[in-house]
């Protein structure tokens, strides 16, 4: 059974930093990619950064220079450092999880980032 945990998210004042960590068990030795997407409140949810077990790296426009997406394979967690934020960037982020080739999506249950003097 793949589970996803995220965590790391708070509060933070406008121009710092954070660094979310999505926990990944179960999800065995095939391909996959992990994605971090985000929903600010009344919006949708958005893309905002993925990896793939090959380590390639994908970011949303607005995010580039800001955050770095990464993997730690030894303990499968992957890490979203977030920097230089905005109140723009206040959402819950959520990390999810596909195999290669599949259509299932598992997802996490989010963590919540406040950008706020």
């Known amino acids: 059974q793949v589970q996803l945990v995220e965590s790391g998210g708070g509060l933070v004042q406008p121009g710092g930093s954070l660094r979310l960590s999505c926990a990944a068990s179960g999800l065995g030795r095939g391909a996959y990619s992990i994605t971090w997407v985000r929903q600010a409140p009344g919006k949708e949810r958005e893309f905002v950064a993925k990896?793939?077990?090959?380590?390639?790296?994908t970011y949303a426009d607005f995010v580039k220079g800001r955050f770095t997406i990464s993997e730690d394979d030894a303990v499968t967690t992957v890490y979203l450092q977030m920097n230089n934020l905005s109140s723009n960037d206040t959402a819950v982020y959520y990390c999810?999880?596909?195999?290669?080739?599949?259509?299932?999506?598992?997802r996490g249950q989010g963590t919540q980032v406040t950008v706020s003097s």
């Open positions: 990896i793939t077990s090959d380590q390639e790296t």
């Open positions: 999810n999880a596909q195999h290669k080739g599949y259509a299932y999506v598992y």
